[in-house]
C-alpha cells in the first residue's frame, strides 16, 4: 500500500514555456501532499505544502506564482512550473502523508529547462 | 530552511561489514524517519520512530529515537551491496504541522 505515482517522469522544455508534473495516490486518499525540489548531490527541500481543497502553503523563498500547485481531489495534486528558466532544472520529488507523520514519496519528475 | 545535521556525509565499507550513521538537530522533534533514496528516484521510507527512546528495526535495519529528541540514529548490520544509496534522515518538529525537515544525508558505498 501507499503507492504515490508522479507523471511524468522525465521532461525537457524551452525556456519560457510552462510545464505541469502530476502526483498521484494510487491506492489510498491524500489530504495533503508535499513537493518538494532536489539538486545534485543535496537534500530534500520543501517547497510547498498542497492541501485538498484549499490554498497550498508555501515555504519562504519559493515563488506561488512562479510554482502553482493544485490539490483539487485526495490522490492528485499538481505543479506547474510556470515560465521556466534554466534555473528551474531539478529533480522535483512529490510525497503524501499517509499517517502521523509518515510520507510516502513519488519516483520523481526530471525536469530539464534548454 | 533548517536542515539536520547528519554524519558521516559517506562512507565506504565492505560487504558484511555493519553501519552506523545519526542525525542530530537543535530543536526538539517529535518524529524522526529513515529513508533511503538511489539514483533518479524518490526516497523510501525505511523506519519510523514516534517515541523518545524507541528502538525500531525493520530486517537488517535498526534506529533509534534519541532520549532527548534531539537525535536519532539508524545502524545497518551486515552490509550487502544493495544497500548503497543514500540515507536521509528526516524529522518532525513540534508544532510545524506535518512539515519534515530533512537531513544532509549520508552516501553509502559498498565494496565486496
Known amino acids: 500500500g501507499a503507492v504515490v505515482s508522479q507523471h511524468p517522469s522525465r521532461v525537457i522544455c524551452k525556456s519560457g514555456t510552462s510545464v505541469k508534473i502530476e502526483c498521484r495516490s494510487l491506492d489510498f486518499q491524500a489530504t495533503t501532499m508535499f513537493w518538494y525540489r532536489q539538486f545534485p548531490k543535496q537534500s530534500l527541500m520543501l517547497m510547498a505544502t498542497s492541501n485538498e481543497g484549499s490554498k497550498a502553503t508555501y515555504e519562504q523563498g519559493v515563488e506561488k506564482d512562479k510554482f502553482l500547485i493544485n490539490h483539487a481531489s485526495l490522490t492528485l495534486s499538481t505543479l506547474t512550473v510556470t515560465s521556466a528558466h534554466p534555473e528551474d532544472s531539478s529533480f522535483y520529488i512529490c510525497s503524501a502523508r499517509v499517517r502521523k507523520n509518515e510520507q510516502y514519496f513519488g519516483p520523481g519528475t526530471r525536469l530539464t529547462v534548454t | 530552511g533548517q536542515q539536520l545535521n547528519q554524519s558521516p556525509q559517506s562512507m565506504f565499507i565492505q560487504e558484511g561489514e555493519d553501519v552506523s550513521m545519526n542525525c542530530t538537530s537543535s530543536?526538539?522533534?517529535?518524529?524522526w524517519l529513515w529513508y533511503k533514496q538511489d539514483p533518479g528516484e524518490g526516497p523510501v521510507l525505511l523506519i519510523a520512530l514516534y517515541k523518545a527512546g524507541e528502538l525500531t528495526s525493520n530486517g537488517r535495519l535498526t534506529a533509534q529515537f534519541g532520549i532527548t529528541r534531539k537525535d536519532s540514529f539508524l545502524n545497518i548490520s551486515a552490509s550487502i551491496p544493495s544497500d548503497v544509496g543514500i540515507y536521509f534522515c528526516a524529522g518532525q518538529e513540534t508544532g510545524t504541522a506535518s512539515k519534515l525537515t530533512f537531513g544532509t544525508g549520508t552516501r553509502l558505498q559498498v565494496t565486496l
Open positions: 530543536s526538539i522533534f517529535n518524529t
